[in-house]
């Protein structure tokens, strides 16, 4: 019996972001569409691009981190027209904030984003060449961080650490690795010399890798 030929199709596209779980889903509602061998929507960080090369896709060569990849693999039963209206309607979908009866397009900065929700826990999930700007507006703001991101430069690191060390609440940056998470968070009942105590303690021993 004849193998059903296949086709693959690799695209690029700017201004574009999306998490990693987020993607994650985006791909699966991809690749169950009737016709689709296999279907990966990922930023292209190093690993990610390593990852579909080794499924055999052709990434271009001027790809970088603030990519959006599409790669999408094809029998002769599928329409590709067809595919990439489902990415677009998927990617749509996961940006959609529904606030009742009305739809609220999303805040296009974190500063904005917490003037609707003020003092909220904000998770920096970003290429790391972007991780500080992210958590500084969220500092400046007056909430806590945690940063997820790889690739943080170290003295931007220290930088926000620093900060959020120096401020009277006791906000703080968690730098989560993996699944691994802690809280830069002091109880509320302890005085102002306390917390920002017990803040630069933790942010010492985060900046050694071993807050608990």
Known sequence: ????HTSDHVELRSGTYADSVTLLQVSRQVQQLPGVESAQVAMATPLNVEVLERMGFAVPGDVTVNHLVVAIRLDDSAELEAVRAEVDRALAESRRQVGGPAEEAPPRTTSTGLRREPGSLVL??????????????????????????????????????????????????????????????????????????????WLTLASAGIAN
């Open 1 to 4: 019996m004849t193998e059903p």
């Open 124 to 201: 920096v999930s970003v290429p790391g060449a972007s991780a500080a700007v992210e958590a500084m507006d969220a500092l400046e703001a007056g909430s806590d961080v945690m940063v997820f991101s790889d690739n943080v430069p170290l003295h931007q690191e220290v930088a926000l650490k620093r900060y959020a060390a120096s401020r009277e609440s006791p906000a703080g940056v968690c730098r989560s690795v993996r699944a691994r998470s802690t809280s830069a968070r002091t109880p509320s009942s302890a005085s102002s010399s306390s917390r920002r105590t017990a803040t630069t303690r």
